[in-house]
C-alpha cells in the first residue's frame, strides 16, 4: 500500500490527489458519485487529481469497466485486489466502503 500511495503521489507531483475507494456492489459507494464528478467539474482550476480505486472484492474488471462507463466518472480508475484495498484502508484507518 505504502509503494503505491508513494508512486502516486510521484507521478502527480505538485497536485494533491483525493483517493475514492469504491466497490461495483456498494450503493452508497455509486450514489456518491454524482457529487464526486460535481466537485472534480468544480475543481478543474485547482492542482487536483482524483483517483478511484475500485476493488476486485465480489466483482470483476469488465464490470469495473462497465461502471465507469454507466455513471461517466471522469478522474483516473485503477482496479486493486482486495488486499491492497484492505492495506489502504488499514494505513487511513477507514473500514468501509466508500472511504476517501
Given at each position: 500500500?505504502?509503494?503505491?500511495?508513494?508512486?502516486?503521489k510521484?507521478?502527480?507531483?505538485?497536485?494533491?490527489v483525493f483517493?475514492?475507494?469504491?466497490a461495483t456492489?456498494?450503493?452508497?459507494c455509486?450514489?456518491?458519485?454524482?457529487?464526486?464528478?460535481k466537485l472534480?467539474?468544480e475543481?478543474?482550476?485547482?492542482?487536483?487529481?482524483f483517483?478511484?480505486?475500485?476493488?476486485?472484492?465480489s466483482?470483476?474488471?469488465?464490470i469495473w469497466?462497465?461502471?465507469?462507463?454507466e455513471?461517466?466518472?471522469?478522474g483516473?480508475?485503477?482496479f486493486?485486489?482486495?488486499?491492497?484495498?484492505n492495506?489502504?484502508m488499514n494505513?487511513?484507518?477507514?473500514?468501509?466502503?466508500?472511504?476517501y
Amino acid at each position: 500500500a505504502t509503494s503505491f500511495l508513494r508512486q502516486l503521489k510521484e507521478f502527480y507531483t505538485g497536485k494533491s490527489v483525493f483517493i475514492d475507494l469504491w466497490a461495483t456492489w456498494c450503493a452508497p459507494c455509486i450514489s456518491e458519485m454524482p457529487y464526486s464528478k460535481k466537485l472534480e467539474e468544480e475543481s478543474k482550476s485547482l492542482p487536483l487529481v482524483f483517483v478511484y480505486l475500485c476493488t476486485d472484492n465480489s466483482s470483476s474488471e469488465e464490470i469495473w469497466k462497465r461502471k465507469i462507463v454507466e455513471l461517466k466518472q471522469p478522474g483516473v480508475h485503477f482496479f486493486i485486489d482486495d488486499k491492497l484495498a484492505n492495506e489502504i484502508m488499514n494505513l487511513f484507518s477507514q473500514t468501509g466502503y466508500p472511504s476517501y
